[in-house]
């Protein structure tokens, strides 16, 4: 039993200090293929678990497809162009539950290939509640290429949105593999009190169980 307390107990602090996006890698919802391996979203509601499409458009993209484009990760990436050459772009947006005051490590992977589709430069456009950057690949690619980002902010309220949207392209602005993490190795207070409860109720079972 107290074995089974424990990993119940880690597996709690795991999940307290685990990714706190819903569906980051766009793997989840209903896919409606249009024929081109592709099932594009206008601003609103989507069938992408977790996500809401805002800018233009947005075109969510499998694994094969006609464009010679492939996922940083399973089969499911998004295209912020949607389809449409230049500037407006789309993007997507997802609210998640914060701690006020704590910082927060928001990461994303911009995908680019810019011998076939144009550019550079291709960027995206982060915003995470009072926090945005833009982040930019220069580079020219000639494959599909996936190059990682990630930008800290500090949670003002304890519901923070979380939007990608495209800031620079002309055909592809790739997007794959969001998460937010605490941004601290150190656990939050109320996390140490978590483990600290646990480890003290497996120690007091241990210490009854050896003085019946």
């Not at 609210?95 to 076939?116: E, K, P």
Request: with cysteine.
């Amino acid at each position: 039993m107290r074995i089974s307390l424990l990993i119940c107990l880690l597996a709690c602090f795991v999940s307290a200090q685990g990714a706190l996006i819903n569906n980051g890698g766009f793997e989840l919802g209903t896919f409606v293929d249009d024929g081109n391996g592709t099932d594009s979203f206008l601003a609103g509601p989507t069938t992408i678990t977790g996500w809401t499409a805002v800018g233009r458009q947005v075109s969510w993209i499998r694994n094969p497809n006609p464009w010679l484009l492939s996922a940083e990760e399973g089969t499911h990436f998004l295209d912020l162009t949607g389809y449409q050459t230049g500037a407006p772009f789309g993007g997507v947006t997802q609210t998640i539950a914060t701690s006020v005051g704590q910082q927060y490590d928001l990461s994303f992977f911009l995908g680019s290939y810019t011998q076939r589709w144009g550019g550079p430069p291709v960027a995206i456009l982060a915003s995470a509640g009072n926090t945005s950057q833009t982040f930019t690949v220069t580079t020219t690619s000639t494959t599909s290429t996936w190059t990682p980002f990630s930008m800290l902010f500090t949670a003002t309220s304890p519901n923070t949105a979380i939007t990608l949207t495209g800031a620079a392209g002309v055909e592809y602005i790739g997007l794959d593999n969001v998460s937010v993490d605490l941004a601290s190795s150190v656990p939050e207070p109320k996390s140490w009190a978590l483990m600290m409860l646990g480890l003290g109720l497996v120690g007091s079972m241990g210490l009854w169980r050896h003085t019946r």
